[in-house]
Nanobody
Framework: QVQLVESGGGLVQPGGSLRLSCAASGFTLDDYAIGWFRQAPGKEREGVSCMDSTDGKTYYGDSVKGRFTISTDNAKNTMYLQMNSLKPEDTAVYYC?????????????????????WGQGTQVTVSS
């Protein structure tokens, strides 16, 4: 079955850290451009971090630069989002994406329903 399965979300205090995981099955993640997106209640979905599979270049949203890191483990066919120094405004449902389509959009980490695969989403809540 072709899918992305996310894990690692939860409740964390401001200043804390979480690592989100997204395991791919049915395809080889290394062949795809990847990304993390998030959507907070009442807000539009936004790009958090994306990676170009051809050259490894990464994109980070301004609000997460210096705090979040995107990475992959090809042996585990899994992508990660390490989130440090979390803030209440990071509270959202986080989604992972893998795609060979709309390459120009994912290089800019623009949300699109045209991407090949989306994870089911995992809730991250930052609150004291």
């Amino acid at each position: 079955q072709v899918q992305l399965v996310e894990s690692g979300g939860g409740l964390v205090q401001p200043g804390g850290s979480l690592r989100l995981s997204c395991a791919a099955s049915g395809f080889t993640l290394d062949d795809y451009a990847i990304g993390w997106f998030r959507q907070a209640p009442g807000k539009e979905r936004e790009g958090v971090s994306c990676m170009d599979s051809t050259d490894g270049k990464t994109y980070y949203g301004d609000s997460v630069k210096g705090r979040f890191t995107i990475s992959t483990d090809n042996a585990k066919n899994t992508m990660y989002l390490q989130m440090n120094s979390l803030k209440p405004e990071d509270t959202a449902v986080y989604y992972c994406v893998a795609t060979k389509r709309q390459f120009l959009l994912i290089r800019l980490c623009v949300p699109s329903n045209g991407y090949d695969y989306w994870g089911q989403g995992t809730q991250v809540t930052v609150s004291s």
